[in-house]
């Protein structure tokens, strides 16, 4: 069991999270031609062999992202070696969460801090051993990119991430999630269920509770928050699994999902940003049924992966190890 409601140390656990950037302006450094980095998740990213480490002086080195982060303080950065080409040019960028969830992709780069970019080079084994030096003022084009994330933001899951580049081809190799001292924690999720009975079947539809979870969200936004950038399930990206219903505290049969955030600019290709006015932040959404021919027992819960630095709140077993789930109970709605 977990306890505690604050973030939670980061563990030695393969997270998946959503790889970005457009780099459009990455032509900047030396001029380069400019190429649409490749949608990927996880650490390493896809394509990549890198293995790296982040650490500061409250996160101990991990694979997945650095927790206590201050303004100007030092983030170590240590990956392996072959993790890249030997004697390869890096780059190293801290990246608003809105970044990861844009549409379209290519106003990315306005959730970027370009004056945080730092250049480095890897070893002659491929190792890279740097430092990354968190920006005293986060600031990117768009006003609505910030680090720490804003409460409504992290409501809906976002962090900041830290991003590592290969500057031969433009693409994104690494990232850690960056989570700030005394930033918040997201709010917990709600529940709504509705039963239906038909040749014996007993079917209960879920949602989140009617306005719960507004688009845009807010400060006291309650959404399903465990995987905002990848939505679960999410077999493309890492292998999100899907959410999990219990009756009678065993696992029932569901069909339950959790669409991700999607962040509506200029030019948005996402269909769910047809509806809505450019900048808006659409929250993610619990939608789904749970079956069972058996008896329904007194309560129905349900838990959401946790692919984020934040502390869950479930007592169930984890669905991606290490991290505490999102979870809500309800009484079965006869």
Not at 47 to 61: F, L
């Amino acid at each position: 069991m977990h306890s505690g409601n604050q973030l939670m140390p980061i563990r030695e656990r393969r997270i998946a999270r959503k790889a970005f950037l457009c780099l459009g302006a990455l032509c900047l450094v030396g001029g380069l031609a400019v190429a649409q980095a490749a949608p990927a998740h996880a650490t390493p990213l896809p394509g990549s062999v890198s293995q790296c480490g982040y650490s500061n002086a409250a996160t101990p080195a991990n694979p997945a992202g650095v927790v206590d982060v201050t303004p100007g303080s030092t983030i170590n950065i240590n990956c392996a070696a072959g993790s890249f080409a030997p004697g390869a040019l890096m780059v190293i960028v801290e990246a608003s969460g809105l970044a990861g969830i844009v549409s379209p992709s290519s106003s990315e780069i306005n959730d970027v801090d370009l004056g945080s970019l730092s250049l480095v080079g890897t070893g002659s084994d491929g190792s890279l051993n740097t430092t990354f030096t968190v920006p005293g003022t986060f600031g990117a084009s768009d006003s609505n990119a910030t680090c720490p994330p804003t409460q409504a933001q992290i409501n809906v899951g976002l962090t900041c991430d830290l991003v590592v580049i290969s500057l031969s081809g433009l693409t994104p190799v690494n990232e850690a999630m960056l989570a700030y001292q005394g930033q918040g924690n997201p709010n917990r999720p709600t529940l709504h269920a509705k039963f239906s009975i038909h040749n014996g079947v007993k079917t209960i539809a879920v949602s989140d509770a009617p306005g719960a979870c507004p688009t845009p969200p807010t400060d006291s936004s309650r959404c399903w928050w465990g995987a905002a950038t990848t939505g679960s399930p999410n077999a493309a990206f890492g292998n999100v699994p899907a959410p999990e219903a219990l009756l009678n505290f065993r696992t029932a049969s569901s069909n339950l999902q959790v669409s991700p955030a999607i962040y509506c600019q200029s030019g948005a290709t996402a269909p769910a940003c047809a509806s809505v006015p450019t900048g808006t932040l659409i929250s993610p959404a619990l939608s789904g049924t749970v079956t069972t021919h058996t008896g329904l027992g007194p309560f129905l819960t349900i838990d959401e992966p946790n692919a984020t630095p934040y502390t869950g709140n479930s007592s169930l077993p984890d669905l991606i190890a290490g991290a505490q789930n999102v979870s809500a109970t309800v009484p079965v709605p006869y």
